[in-house]
């Protein structure tokens, strides 16, 4: 077997170091907290000190930034990954660096409700966007299919982790330079990274041919991974076939229930924990947990998919969550803190795992050549799953628990798996007409 050349690791890495930026929204929870005050009463009334400007927000309205953010990043990956597909991914991780820093200041800039929807929500969307797709389909052109659940782990890996050192360094810019200057200090930061990054996102040479490891067929047999030869559908072909469908829904499933956490993480710490003590003044280490779990669960589970199939690895992440789900409330009502962080792991790996498995099964069904806009369409599914931490904000506000939100995430991934069982990969492309 001919050795994969370094280069295809260096974009690797490249992708990575673009995700480990655009991964700021995982720490959003920190940016919450510091916005949604406990007390209630306090909602709507102006703060003091370093966030003097600044107006405490209600639970739903905290979480409305989160959200549109969500909804712009899912729309801008087709415009995004048609720039990848045409012109390569470097303009699109340069543009998507420079839309964030943009983003990032006019949220800390215009203190105000307004301008965090504004700013991170549609020019932080707009930046994640063009970015996430540049990177993971310039990394998975250089590889065999039979490493593509890997090499997609390894990309996605770097959005997962950015929680791990986001979390932290915002909670702690907060403290010391305000709200303002931890928007301001790290879309800053982030720009000139993902711009340095990007240059480093090289398409392999014409007539490159991904180098095979020995009996990669036969590790294909028995599993839905993706049989030769290789059929490489438009997104129009994609879009004839009900697989296309599927796939979104299993995104929608699969994103929900780890977002609804993400956004919500600091709160449940204290509701589990208390509003005084460690947890309490420190809850920032459940998102720094969840950062690293979440980048964990990618390269592991697109690691074993590989080897057990897609869609096993699927229903596996799926139904061990669902029922993480369904005991949350208990285990936040007994007040069980180190239950709260196992379940959430849980919930962690399963998220992370979902978008390792997605970007691969999108190259094993329709191929790698239009990846980057037939994913950019299948990721559409990821941001409509940001309606249900919105949901669970209203039902946050309006009961004064998370009950019905985790009930109502644990139903969706159930019908998600139950839909796993059932989709097929397409056979070729005049299947879809």
Not at 229 to 256: C, E, H, K
Not at 269 to 279: E, P, S
Request: glycine fraction near 12%; hydrophobic fraction near 50%.
């Amino acid at each position: 077997m001919t050795a994969v050349p370094a280069r295809a690791w260096a974009v690797t890495a490249a992708g990575t170091a673009v995700n480990l930026c655009l991964g700021i929204l995982y720490g959003w929870s920190v940016w919450k907290a510091a916005l949604v005050p406990q007390d209630a009463s306090l909602y709507g009334t102006p703060m003091t000190g370093l966030n003097e400007g600044w107006i405490y927000l209600s639970n739903t309205q905290g979480n409305w930034a989160y959200s549109v953010c969500g909804a712009v990043f899912a729309l801008f990956m087709i415009p995004g990954g048609r720039l990848q597909d045409r012109y390569g991914a470097k303009i699109g991780a340069t543009l998507g660096g420079l839309f964030l820093a943009v983003g990032c200041i006019i949220a800390g800039l215009m203190k105000s409700y307004e301008g965090l929807v504004i700013g991170f929500g549609v020019f932080g969307g707009i930046g994640m966007g063009l970015g996430y797709a540049a990177a993971t389909p310039a990394a998975v052109k250089w590889f065999h299919s039979s490493r593509r659940g890997l090499i997609v782990g390894l990309v996605v890996a770097g959005y997962g982790a950015a929680a791990v050192y986001i979390s932290p360094l915002a909670d702690y810019l907060i403290r010391t330079h305000g709200l303002t200057g931890s928007f301001v200090g790290l879309g800053i930061l982030f720009a000139v990274v993902v711009v340095i990054a990007g240059r480093l996102l090289n398409p392999p040479p014409t007539g490159y041919v991904a180098p095979a490891p020995e009996a990669s067929v036969k590790k294909e047999q028995g599993t839905d991974a993706p049989r030769s030869p290789q059929i490489d559908f438009s997104a129009n072909q994609m879009l004839r076939t009900w697989q296309f469908y599927a796939l979104v829904f299993l995104f929608i499933g699969s994103a929900q229930s780890g977002l609804l956490v993400i956004a919500n993480a600091k709160s449940l710490l204290t509701d589990a924990a208390g509003k005084t003590g460690f947890f309490a003044e420190n809850a920032w280490l459940l998102v720094t947990f969840i950062g690293v779990v979440n980048a964990t669960g990618r390269v592991g589970t697109g690691r074993y998919s590989d080897r057990i199939g897609r869609l096993n690895a699927y229903a596996i992440n799926g139904a061990v969550s669902a029922l993480c789900l369904l005991v949350a409330p208990w285990v936040i009502a007994e007040k069980n803190v180190f239950l709260l962080f196992a379940i959430i792991g849980v919930m962690a790996w399963q998220y992370g795992g979902s978008l390792a498995l997605l970007p691969a099964m999108t190259a094993d069904y329709y191929g790698p050549k239009n990846m980057g806009l037939n994913y950019g369409l299948v990721f559409a599914g990821w941001g409509i799953a940001f309606f249900v931490p919105q949901v669970a904000s209203v039902i946050k506000d309006a009961t004064k628990q998370w009950d019905g939100a985790f009930y109502l995430s644990a139903g969706l991934l159930v019908a998600a798996v139950l839909v796993s069982r059932i989709i097929r990969k397409p056979v070729s492309a005049a299947s879809s007409a």
